[in-house]
């Protein structure tokens, strides 16, 4: 701890706004024994790190850079950069990245990239694309054009290959789903790398947006094709998603030589200005660093075995009751018709038009399927009312 200079005697909370934190608590702890429909694991104990928050640490700045503001993590950050430049195989000689607030910051890091590297260029996103890529695009004022999905949730590479051709004289910008939000679908990099192909297309970008699955297909025997090898530029992981985290986070990985071109020094802090935000979390960095080594590729390997046999199981159960559940390739989430609000409000269940989902995130049981499918069964008349 900071030593104290005050001699004045700490302050207190009134009894009233301690039992608020009290009833806060139980709530947040009764809410987490019924939490299925986000892809966030609360499977995780930090509490070895908790010594590092008596300290107003900050990760200002481009984490592989001198700083003068020292109270940071930045080693830390960097090792788990190095992990997942590994985990999406991108080249050790050029190779950028840092440590985000979540998933969005990095598709807007992506997505700026790509936008000052090709200012004439067209975004294409499919219609299955997270809800913040709209936001992100009106932010940054690029063109963008969205595309039509297949039923699986995969972007429908023949209205982009027609929709390129039309626009022939700007050069795409492709936002990859790695995993969409709904169905898990994995848009196809290779697919995707040959429609450029055929239409002799010289200049393009790839970003992925892998929130959750950018922690799933690297551990997997047979992944789809989505990683640096396969053709990406850059690509967004969340942190708080498949490892989780208390604090939302993510990781964003771009290749040098693109970011070195729109980078800008700074005195004010004595770096250069690289990342969206400037003073930046120095404490998920350790939370992720942490899980990162506990577990090791082998552990991931196994976690995300089970996650996959539990999604099975999931698909098993409602087909036992008649519903038809299914779930995407390498994916962890199981699709199903949507069910009433009560339901879907108690389970907390993400809804989208005809459809629902449940991620098995690790510490999703099978204990936990039951009692939903038995909450899903017809209930007699009145049962549903309080
Ligand atoms: C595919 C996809 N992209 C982006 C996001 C946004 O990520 P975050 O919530 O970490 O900002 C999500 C969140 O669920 C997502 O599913």
Redesign the pocket.
Known sequence: MLEKKSAHPPPQLTAADQARLDDLHRTIAEQAQRFLGY?CNGDFDYSPLYRFLQFPLNNVGDPFLDTTFRLNTHAIECEVLEMFRQFTRAPAADFWGYMTN???EG?MYGIYLARELLPNGVVYYSEDT?Y?VAKILRLLHARNIMIKSLANGEIDYLDLKETIRIHRDAPPIIFA?I???MKGAVDDVTRIKNIMRELAIPAYYIHA?A??SGMILPFVDNPQPFDFPAGIDSVSI?G??LIGSPI?C?VVIAKKTNVDRIARSVEYVGTLDTTLSGSRNAITPLFIWYALRMHGESGFRAMIRRCLEMADYAIEQFAAQGIKAWRNRNSITVVFPRPDADLAKRWQLAVHNDIAHIITVPHVTAGHIKQLLQELQPRPAGAGAP
């Open positions: 892809p979540g998933g969005t598709n997270h913040s789903n995993g969409t939000t947006d929130a959750l969340s708080h998603k939302p993510g």
